[in-house]
C-alpha cells in the first residue's frame, strides 16, 4: 500500500461543475501540499495545509489530521484547470512523498 | 526575485554520457532536494543537501548518481554513464529552513533528460 494514495486517478468534467479530490496519507506528517502540473510542465504550489481549511480564488483546501485526509475541491471549473493535481505529505527528514497524481481534464 | 531555476530545460544525451544538471535555489534559501518524475510514474525523492552538505541521499541510485552543493555556485545532480532508463523529468525544490516541509518549499520548473 502506498504511503499516499489518491482518488480518482482520472477525471473528467464539464465546464463549471464542483470538482472534488481526495487524499489520504498513512504515515505522520509535518504539512500536506497540494501541487499542479501541466503537461511536460513544472509543478507549481498552490497550497500547504496542517490544519483546517485555506481558500484562494476557485480553489479550496481541506484537511483532517485525525483522519489522515485530504480534499482538493474546485469550484465552477474552467479548461485551463485540466492538469495533473499531485497531494504531497512533508515526512520525517524534511522531503516530501507523493501521491500517484489525478489527471484533470475539464472539457467545455 | 527569481524563483528555483533549473537548466537546463531539455537534454539529450547519448547512451554512457554525462549528465549534468543545475539548480539554483530562491535567493536566502539553502536547503534543495532533488526529485525524479519517471514516465508515467509519480515523483520519487533523490537527495536533500544543505551548503556544502548531503543531509540525506537514501533515494539515490547507489551507483552513477552524486550530487553537490557547493558554498559557491548551483547545486549540480550527475548522472554519469546515462542509460535509457535515467530518461525521467528531474525536479529541485528549495527551501529556507530545515523545516522546509512547513514552510517556503518552491519547486523549479525541471530537467527533461533524454537518453537515446
Known amino acids: 500500500k502506498n504511503e499516499v494514495e489518491q482518488s480518482p486517478q482520472n477525471l473528467t468534467a464539464q465546464e463549471g461543475e464542483f470538482i472534488t479530490i481526495n487524499c489520504s496519507y498513512s504515515?505522520?506528517?509535518?504539512?500536506l501540499h497540494w501541487l499542479q502540473q501541466h503537461p511536460g510542465g513544472g509543478i507549481v504550489s498552490l497550497f500547504m495545509?496542517?490544519?483546517g481549511k485555506k481558500k484562494h480564488g476557485r480553489l479550496i483546501a481541506t484537511i483532517n489530521i485525525q483522519e489522515k485526509h485530504s480534499s482538493l475541491h474546485i469550484t465552477a471549473s474552467h479548461p485551463r484547470d485540466s492538469a495533473v493535481y499531485i497531494c504531497?505529505?512533508?515526512?520525517?527528514?524534511?522531503?516530501?512523498?507523493f501521491g500517484a497524481g489525478t489527471i484533470l481534464r475539464v472539457k467545455s | 526575485n527569481a524563483g528555483v531555476m533549473q537548466n537546463p530545460r531539455h537534454l539529450v544525451r547519448r547512451r554512457g554520457q554525462e549528465a549534468r544538471l543545475r539548480c539554483s535555489p530562491m535567493?536566502?534559501?539553502?536547503?534543495v532536494y532533488w526529485y525524479r518524475q519517471l514516465p508515467e510514474e509519480g515523483l520519487k525523492f533523490m537527495v536533500y543537501?544543505?551548503?556544502?552538505?548531503?543531509?540525506?541521499e537514501s533515494g539515490m541510485p547507489k551507483e552513477r548518481f552524486s550530487a553537490e552543493f557547493p558554498k559557491e555556485g548551483p547545486s549540480i545532480l550527475r548522472i554519469q554513464q546515462v542509460v535509457r532508463g535515467d530518461s525521467a523529468a528531474y525536479f529541485c525544490?528549495?527551501?529556507?529552513?530545515?523545516?522546509?516541509?512547513?514552510?517556503?518549499?518552491?519547486f523549479g520548473s525541471g530537467t527533461r533528460l533524454t537518453v537515446v
Open positions: 504531497a505529505v512533508g515526512v520525517y527528514g524534511n522531503k516530501l512523498v
Open positions: 525544490a528549495s527551501s529556507p529552513s530545515a523545516w522546509g516541509t512547513n514552510y517556503g518549499y518552491t
Open positions: 543537501l544543505q551548503k556544502e552538505n548531503i543531509i540525506d
Open positions: 535567493k536566502g534559501h539553502s536547503h
Open positions: 495545509l496542517s490544519s
Open positions: 504515515v505522520g506528517i509535518s504539512a
